[in-house]
């Protein structure tokens, strides 16, 4: 999973803060509100057409809009190795 967070980093990373920061800030970029992670991820998700429910879910269904296919840590991968772009 660390290089998942590595990804992340190289496409969350604006200030040079640390991942947690960066992340939330970049949740909150994309439509997320709220004052912890899953409460923006989950609206951030929900913003772009998600239907509301479990947040594994939630990113494999906007995963799988975006074209990314086979298991969430794949999805994610692609994800975040393309850039972030939700």
Same mark, same amino acid.
């Given at each position: 999973m660390s290089a998942i967070n590595d990804l992340k980093y190289t496409a969350v990373n604006i200030t040079?803060?640390? *991942?947690? #920061?960066?992340?939330?800030?970049? *949740?909150? #970029?994309?439509?997320g509100t709220g004052n912890s992670v899953m409460d923006r991820e989950k609206s951030m998700l929900i913003a772009k057409g998600v239907a509301p429910g479990e947040i594994n879910d939630m990113w494999v269904e906007r995963l799988g809009v975006l074209g990314h296919t086979g298991s969430l840590e794949d999805m994610l991968y692609d994800f975040w190795l393309g850039g972030g772009i939700i």
């Open positions: 040079g803060k640390a *991942l947690a #920061d960066e992340y939330f800030a970049w *949740l909150g #970029d994309n439509g």
